[in-house]
């Protein structure tokens, strides 16, 4: 976000106060999009879990640069042709954005993984991977999807992902 504080008429101080202002109206814009994410997908994430051992250290997935770029074209693709690029707009309607403004950042890894593998639940469009991707490329294009998101998102929906290993590890999927 750049103020400018140039702009004739507003002198230095009235720009200090919009950029405040723009600070504050997209804090609270972060608060809302997390207050909203109790969606149709959280209510499935019990029953899309289920623990395989060869999944085991997966999860959070991590970033290598050699992941990225796989991962950039696998992407383009696989993904474009309905997800559009990463942070948007999307090439088909019913088809979230994968970036910043989307959802995809509200699960953790292992659910993305299993979606892109299995199918979304209640998926309508969206096919399953399972044959035509290996998991080591699911992993990739999932890494360059990470990659796009801004670092407070990366590392917000890390911790998430760590946190899901940790319950599905000690409570398992029942
Ligand atoms: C034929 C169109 C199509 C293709 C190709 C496609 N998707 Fe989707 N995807 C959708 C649609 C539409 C949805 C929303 C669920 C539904 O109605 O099927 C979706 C949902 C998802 C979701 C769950 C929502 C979210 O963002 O959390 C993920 C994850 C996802 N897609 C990842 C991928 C990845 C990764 C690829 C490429 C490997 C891919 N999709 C390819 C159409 C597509």
Same mark, same amino acid.
């Given at each position: 976000m750049s103020v400018r504080y140039s702009l004739d008429g507003i002198d230095i101080l009235d720009s200090m106060r919009l950029k405040k202002r723009l600070v504050a109206a997209s804090l609270l814009f972060v608060v809302a999009?997390?207050?909203?994410?109790?969606?149709?997908?959280? &209510?499935? $994430? /019990?029953? *899309? &879990?289920? $623990? /395989?051992? *060869?999944?085991s250290g997966k999860f959070p997935i991590e970033l290598t640069s050699r992941r990225i770029e796989a991962g950039k074209l696998i992407y383009s693709q696989n993904c474009a042709s309905c997800h559009g690029p990463v942070q948007g707009p999307a090439a088909i309607d019913p088809a979230p954005?994968?970036?910043?403004?989307?959802?995809?950042?509200?699960?953790?890894?292992?659910l993305l993984y299993q979606w892109t593998l299995d199918r979304p639940p209640l998926a309508t469009i969206m096919p399953a991977f399972r044959g035509a991707l290996s998991d080591?490329?699911?992993?990739?294009?999932?890494?360059?999807?990470?990659?796009?998101?801004?670092?407070?998102?990366?590392e917000r929906q890390d911790l998430g992902s760590a946190q899901y290993e940790a319950q599905v590890i000690e409570f398992g999927t029942d």
């Open positions: 999009v997390l207050g909203a994410c109790g969606d149709a997908n959280d &209510a499935n $994430i /019990d029953d *899309a &879990a289920s $623990i /395989d051992a *060869a999944d954005v994968h970036g910043d403004a989307g959802h995809t950042w509200h699960h953790p890894d292992r080591e490329e699911v992993l990739a294009v999932l890494s360059y999807i990470k990659s796009s998101w801004l670092p407070e998102i990366q």
